[in-house]
């Protein structure tokens, strides 16, 4: 079974662009969840979506955060626009739902802003 | 609210010293679940081991961890670390949504 995949796994952007990032959950799963991990913050959640509707939203990362999930087996993250301080690891998980299943994680995509 | 600690952001230990990562939490739900999750560099992260269950020992490639709800704990514990377990490990509670702690960093040294 393949897992969940995240492209690109590198980005690179200047201050001020937009950027995309992609998530392939596992197939039949119906929790899809974004996250940014940090070494001071941990893991931190910017989208948690059941069924493709979006139930949060991460609160204060709404602003420049947007993440949407058009079918049940593709979603992305829109960062607009990039700044320095959104440099870090980002995290898509899967699972079944119900709080006894498993998170399923991609390997991540590692953001850096020059 | 819901919440889960980890207290110790870094732990180092020497090979074939016993770890213990510590855990608690803070919930209404009595039937919550409990994860480990361990994130080894350059891969994804993934279970470790997870239980719901008071009191009962849950085990997984030498990891071990008891939930104990009288002391809202979830310690997470290896007889003799392994330059191998060197890793990045969350505890994590499950309910009507997930919460995780904010990581302990194991670093195994020979």
């Known amino acids: 079974d393949a897992g969940v995949t995240q492209t690109p796994r590198h980005e690179v952007a200047e201050k001020g662009q937009t950027i995309i990032l992609k998530c392939e959950p596992v197939?039949?799963?119906?929790?899809l969840f974004w996250y940014r991990q940090t070494k001071i913050q941990g893991l931190e959640l910017l989208s948690y979506f059941r069924s493709k509707s979006l139930m949060e939203d991460g609160g204060a990362f709404k602003d420049r955060f947007k993440a949407e999930m058009l079918n049940s087996s593709f979603s992305t993250l829109k960062i607009q626009p990039t700044e320095p301080k959104d440099s870090a690891v980002y995290l898509c998980a899967s699972s079944l739902g119900g709080r006894a299943e498993t998170l399923y994680f991609g390997s991540g995509t590692r953001l850096t802003v020059l | 609210g819901d919440s889960v600690t980890q207290k110790e952001g870094l732990v180092t230990l020497t090979e074939g010293l016993p770890v213990m990562l510590n855990c608690t939490y803070q919930t209404i739900y009595s039937n919550a679940f409990l994860f480990w999750y361990v994130h080894y560099l350059n891969e994804s992260p993934r279970l470790l081991l997870k239980?719901?269950?008071?009191?009962k020992r849950t085990e997984h490639q030498g990891f071990h961890a008891t939930l104990h709800k009288s002391s809202s704990s979830f310690h997470l514990q290896k007889s003799s670390a392994q330059l191998s377990d060197s890793a990045l490990y969350y505890c994590?509670?499950?309910?009507?949504?997930?919460?995780f702690g904010d990581g302990t960093q194991l670093v195994v040294k020979p």
């Open positions: 994590a509670l499950s309910n009507n949504r997930i919460f």
């Open positions: 197939s039949g799963h119906n929790d």
């Open positions: 239980s719901s269950t008071d009191n």
